[in-house]
Nanobody, 123 residues
Framework: QVQLAESGGGSVQAGDSLTLSCAATGSTVRYTMAWFRQAPGKERIFVGGISWDGNGPDYADSLSGRFEISRDNNKETLVLQMNNLKPEDTAVYYC?????????????????WGQGTQVTVSS
């Protein structure tokens, strides 16, 4: 059974950095992994994803190079490095996996969501 646990969120000031981690168990090594985020009152949206062999990663266009995704298959860990954070980055951040080699920006392609980790950025 796949289980995902996000961590590393917190409250920061604009311009700060945060590193989020997703600990995965139950067969995630040969799957594409992705980060999504959901702001209050808004839909869950794609942040970025990375294939099982590290191909890519793919990012949402709006992030403008501020975020970086990496994974360690030996530790079954997915990482999201977020730099120069902005108030609009405030959201709950989730990780998940999908089959296939290409990350998808569609939530319906992912089925195992973790509990999420809250990121709050103050101006």
């Amino acid at each position: 059974q796949v289980q995902l646990a996000e961590s590393g969120g917190g409250s920061v000031q604009a311009g700060d950095s945060l590193t989020l981690s997703c600990a995965a168990t139950g067969s995630t090594v040969r799957y594409t992994m992705a980060w999504f985020r959901q702001a209050p009152g808004k839909e869950r949206i794609f942040v970025g994803g990375i294939s099982w062999d590290g191909n890519g990663p793919d990012y949402a266009d709006s992030l403008s190079g501020r975020f970086e995704i990496s994974r360690d298959n030996n530790k079954e860990t997915l990482v999201l490095q977020m730099n120069n954070l902005k108030p609009e980055d405030t959201a709950v951040y989730y990780c998940d996996r999908k089959t296939g080699r290409t990350p998808s920006p569609q939530t319906y392609d992912y089925h195992y969501w973790g509990q999420g980790t809250q990121v709050t950025v103050s101006s």
